[in-house]
């Protein structure tokens, strides 16, 4: 922590081991995930009251999610919960949003690139795509809405 100027500035950076996204959950009074988390990040903070520094988070972790379930997640009309084999990448917080940058998600054989947004608010605004399927995420968390897109697939002619 640094008072010295107009407003205090807090940083740190830390590491979460073995973390129950079920104990989470619970905490939270939300059933929305199980598994296992670990974590290791960078997060600074400028402000007097809670408002202000929320507003002016910002960090970087990397994380990774094994074995869990996302509920109510599902990408096909069958499924109620998307099985999570193994979830890792970068996460940015930035302007109120967590931000992933082509982390992995890997459900069964299926392995989907990550990308988009979760915000404080927890709105979702996701794109999973694999080399035969893309999903859109958006919604709540509480409510997500998973949406089929076409996967696309970039191709250089001669």
Same mark, same amino acid.
């Given at each position: 922590?640094?008072?010295?100027?107009?407003?205090?500035?807090?940083?740190?950076?830390?590491?979460?081991?073995?973390?129950?996204?079920?104990?989470?959950?619970?905490?939270?009074?939300?059933?929305?995930?199980?598994?296992? @988390?670990?974590?290791?990040?960078?997060?600074?903070?400028?402000?007097?009251?809670?408002?202000?520094?929320?507003?002016?988070?910002?960090? !970087?972790?990397?994380?990774?999610?094994?074995?869990?379930?996302?509920?109510?997640?599902g990408l096909d009309s069958?499924?109620? @919960?998307?099985?999570? +084999?193994?979830?890792?990448? +970068? !996460?940015? /917080?930035?302007?109120?949003?967590?931000?992933?940058?082509?982390?992995?998600?890997?459900?069964?054989?299926?392995?989907?690139?990550?990308?988009?947004?979760?915000?404080?608010?927890?709105?979702?605004?996701?794109?999973?795509?694999?080399?035969?399927?893309?999903?859109? /995420?958006?919604? +709540?968390?509480?409510?997500?809405?998973?949406?089929?897109?076409?996967? +696309?697939?970039? @191709?250089?002619?001669?």
């Amino acid at each position: 922590a640094d008072f010295s100027g107009e407003k205090p500035v807090f940083a740190g950076k830390g590491k979460l081991a073995h973390a129950s996204l079920a104990q989470l959950s619970t905490a939270m009074q939300d059933a929305w995930a199980t598994g296992t @988390a670990d974590l290791n990040y960078q997060l600074k903070m400028t402000g007097g009251s809670a408002e202000e520094l929320k507003k002016s988070a910002s960090g !970087i972790g990397d994380f990774s999610l094994r074995d869990g379930t996302l509920r109510r997640m599902g990408l096909d009309s069958k499924a109620s @919960a998307l099985r999570v +084999t193994k979830f890792d990448g +970068t !996460i940015e /917080l930035r302007d109120g949003n967590f931000v992933f940058n082509d982390a992995k998600l890997q459900s069964g054989a299926a392995v989907y690139t990550v990308q988009g947004t979760a915000s404080w608010k927890r709105q979702l605004d996701l794109k999973l795509s694999d080399a035969q399927h893309a999903f859109a /995420l958006s919604g +709540t968390l509480d409510r997500p809405e998973v949406k089929p897109t076409p996967a +696309t697939e970039a @191709a250089l002619k001669p």
